[in-house]
Nanobody, 122 residues
Framework: QVQLVESGGGLVQAGGSLRLSCTAS????????MGWFRQAPGREREFVGA??????RLRDSVKGRFTISRDNAKNTVYLQMNSLKPEDTAVYYC?????????????????WGQGTQVTVSS
C-alpha cells in the first residue's frame, strides 16, 4: 500500500530553520507533483508548496524563506524552512497528486502523510 511518512518537525524559535522530509513507499511518484500543506488549529488546510517534474510552486507568504526539493531516487520530498515565523506554526502534511500539473487544493491530492508538528515560538 502507498504510505507517506513525514519527519523533521519540532519546536524552533522565530528566525530558526527546520527541514521536513517525506518519504513515500509502495509506489514511485517521480512524475507526480509532491506537495506540502499545513493546517493550524481552527484554520483550513492550506497549500504551502509543491514540486513536479518540471518545476516548483510556493505560496506567496513563504517565498524567499521556504524551498521545496525532491530526490526521486529516494522517493522523497523535502521542505527547507528558514526564517520561521510564529505564523508558520501548524501541522505540516505531505501529499502526492495523481496528475502532472501542480494543483493547490487538497482535494486534488490522493495520498497523504500523517503530518508533523511545527511549532515556532516567539
Amino acid at each position: 500500500q502507498v504510505q507517506l511518512v513525514e519527519s523533521g518537525g519540532g519546536l524552533v524559535q522565530a528566525g530558526g530553520s527546520l527541514r521536513l522530509s517525506c518519504t513515500a513507499s509502495g509506489r514511485t511518484f517521480s512524475k507526480n507533483p509532491m506537495g506540502w500543506f499545513r493546517q493550524a488549529p481552527g484554520r483550513e488546510r492550506e497549500f504551502v508548496g509543491a514540486i513536479s517534474w518540471t518545476g516548483t510552486r510556493l505560496r506567496d507568504s513563504v517565498k524567499g524563506r521556504f524551498t521545496i526539493s525532491r530526490d526521486n531516487a529516494k522517493n522523497t520530498v523535502y521542505l527547507q524552512m528558514n526564517s520561521l515565523k510564529p505564523e508558520d506554526t501548524a501541522v505540516y502534511y505531505c501529499a502526492v497528486q495523481i496528475g502532472v500539473v501542480i494543483a493547490e487544493t487538497p482535494a486534488e491530492y490522493s495520498y497523504w502523510g500523517q503530518g508533523t508538528q511545527v511549532t515556532v515560538s516567539s
